[in-house]
């Protein structure tokens, strides 16, 4: 694909839609745009771009196809293990007011859920002040998805056993069998999903009742993004997290040269895991 149409591409969804993609991988946009291109059956770069003139819901899918919404809760288990053992009960001790957890990136929103589960079972566990989640995306499909809090019955078998059973209760069909899963009320009173662009203007979202968080967890973006956008997104993450804040990234990512002496291994938890405390 030729970079000056790629680039025509990634300006029309920039205006027509508020996301800027430029600075994403390259390997990763065209990706997206072949795959588009197969679903309506057009062969020629040109006719595609033709197209996403006229046509704003292919806009929609083509920024579906290049944000890649997958998400599950509980996802890498041994993070969250060494955040229920070391992170969160220290942060719970440690603070007044709420802690205040934000997950950027959160697709369909498990991962937003799996924070909300585990800080309120921690804090049953050991006391602390209240907990606060807020959830973000750039794919309004998928954050429709997370604030209807309702999925699949098999998608319960990837939380813990004692979590399954304190915080989902099923929703029984007319059969009276059971056929997804419905996060509860007194999560739902905890967690806030919004639209959020780490890129755009705003360093939080607008939902935000305060700009600076306690936690971020910013787990399996950065593999999607170019070196430039990465250390602009993990400024931006560093600028709205509180001093000894937690920073949470994937297993196979890892901070840019300019902030890792802004941050050190969370104490107690697995330097391979990721997980960074704020130091400056």
Known sequence: MADETIERVLALIAVRRGVDFRDHRRAVIE??????MRAVGVAEMSRYVARLERDQAEIERLVEALVVPVSSFFRDREVFDALEKWVIPDQ????AGPLRTWVAGTATGEEA???AMLMVWCREMFGGPPIEVLGSDVD???LAIARAGRYRAAAELDVPQRLRVRFLP???DSAGLSDEIVMPDELRGRVIFAW???MGPLLTPSEAILASFQIISFRNVLIYLDTRLREKALERLHAVLKPEGVL???LVETLPGDLKGSFAPYPGTDAALHIFKRIR
């Open 92 to 95: 719970l001790a440690r603070i």
């Open 170 to 172: 099923q929703s029984p």
């Open 248 to 250: 949470v990234l994937g």
């Open 113 to 115: 859920w799996s924070w």
């Open 140 to 142: 309004e499909r998928s």
């Open 31 to 36: 990706r997206g745009i072949a795959a588009r």
């Open 196 to 198: 959020h662009d780490l």
